[in-house]
């Protein structure tokens, strides 16, 4: 009696342990298993969000930098009322050269006119120098290292006397302006 006692017992304490693990102990172990499913898919967020916060300070760092460098170069783009300055520009950097800048004028009379859309003009210029061949070269060589941006288009260049190595360089250039 004691054996059937016993096995009721082994039998019932089965059944509540087997009852137990499918009733209960299965469920929470789904339960934290779709824990952990929701638990890696926000770690994944995190992990791109972490991503998308570092790269947006590198698109920043970079855009800043990009908006530097274009705020030097519109500032290479000189204004109506800087005209002055650009001849004595030109000039020094003639005398860097050993060339004289002898006329520096512009060929477009309605430049000054404020008619214009644009927002970069480019002003047409005559530029004449006197100089040594090897000189004037250099000068009009040298041009991209101003503070602004003039390019030339057609240069004549002749002898001022015979007999001598002084030459007259005449420029035709364009004068990129920023139009106000």
Known sequence: MQKKIFIIQLVALILVGAGWYFL???????KLLSEQGKLEQISDKLKNARNANINIRHI??????????????????????????????????????????????????NFM???????????PI?????????????????????????????ITISRLQEGQNLLQAQISARLYTWND
């Open 24 to 30: 209960w102990f299965e469920r929470q172990e789904k």
């Open 60 to 109: 920043e760092e970079k855009f800043k930098e990009q908006q530097a460098r274009l705020d030097q170069e519109k500032s290479k783009f000189i204004r109506k009322d800087q005209l002055t300055i650009v001849t004595s520009s030109m000039n020094s950097f003639a005398g860097q050269y050993d060339v004289r800048l002898m006329d520096f004028t512009s060929t477009d009379e």
């Open 113 to 123: 006119l404020s008619g214009q859309t644009t927002k970069v003009i480019a002003l």
């Open 126 to 154: 005559m530029i004449t120098v006197h100089g040594d061949f090897i000189n004037i070269g250099r000068y009009i060589e040298n041009w991209p290292t101003l503070p602004f941006y003039v390019i030339p288009e057609m």
